[in-house]
């Protein structure tokens, strides 16, 4: 029995089994990779990209920012032969 109750103490003092820090990591990631997703598919068109998560323009701005999204440059991208086609969902542009 000792050795069991060393082991709960073990486990207690780890901070990686908080469900409430890894649900709100998941969901923070997933938003995350979404908007991105959605955003370049419309061509970083915030205003069509708001409605087509169905949030407020003004929200989507603020995620962006918490996010740290930054717009990715088609020129620059078009160096990288086939990678914006990738991007956009076709095979060439």
């Known amino acids: ?7 709960m103490t073990k486990m207690d003092e780890r901070d990686d089994f908080d469900l409430q820090k890894i649900s709100r990591e998941a969901g923070e990631k997933a ?3 979404l908007i991105q997703q959605v955003l370049l598919e419309t061509c970083w ?3 069509r990209a708001a409605r ?7 929200t989507l ?3 962006i920012k918490k996010h740290r999204l ?18 956009y969902g076709r095979k060439e542009i």
């Open 70 to 87: 930054n717009p990715i440059c088609p020129v620059v991208m078009s160096k990288f032969r086939g990678t914006h086609a990738i991007l």
């Open 52 to 58: 087509l998560l169905h949030v407020n323009y003004e």
């Open 45 to 47: 068109n915030r205003k």
């Open 61 to 63: 701005l603020l995620k």
């Open 31 to 33: 938003e995350k990779e």
């Open 1 to 7: 029995m000792n050795h069991c109750l060393t082991k």
